[in-house]
């Protein structure tokens, strides 16, 4: 079956970076436009950005835009999550998910990983 794990998750001062990590299985990786969502205590699931499958194709929402970078592997089937500038918004848990569009809803991403905590410290 198919699994999305991330990984890289932490807590961090703004300012800071971490790069989050999303190792896919069980699917043919390179066929699908790979997203991060995320979701903070009491507001809804929100999309971060997402690659296509043929790298040139990236898209983020304006919140994070210059900041936040995307990108994939497709040998090793992984997808990254580079975040600088950390901000004590950006807390929230992080999800990667597979969609064979290249779309920002969530309702078109087919499947998702477990997701990873990150927290921005003031």
């Known amino acids: 079956q198919v699994q999305l794990v991330e990984s890289g998750g932490g807590l961090v001062q703004a300012g800071g970076s971490l790069r989050l990590s999303c190792a896919a299985s069980?699917?043919?990786?390179?066929?699908?436009?790979m997203g991060w969502f995320r979701q903070a205590p009491g507001k809804e699931r929100e999309f971060v950005g997402a690659i296509w499958w043929s790298f040139l194709n990236t898209w983020y929402a304006d919140s994070v835009k210059g900041r936040f970078t995307i990108s994939r592997d497709n040998a090793k089937n992984m997808v990254y999550l580079e975040m600088n500038s950390l901000k004590p918004e950006d807390t929230a848990v992080y999800y990667c998910?597979?969609?064979?569009?290249?779309?920002?809803?969530?309702?078109?991403?087919?499947?998702w990983g477990q997701g990873t905590q990150v927290t921005v410290s003031s």
């Open positions: 998910a597979a969609s064979s569009q290249f779309s920002g809803t969530s309702a078109n991403y087919n499947y």
């Open positions: 069980g699917l043919i990786f390179n066929r699908y436009a």
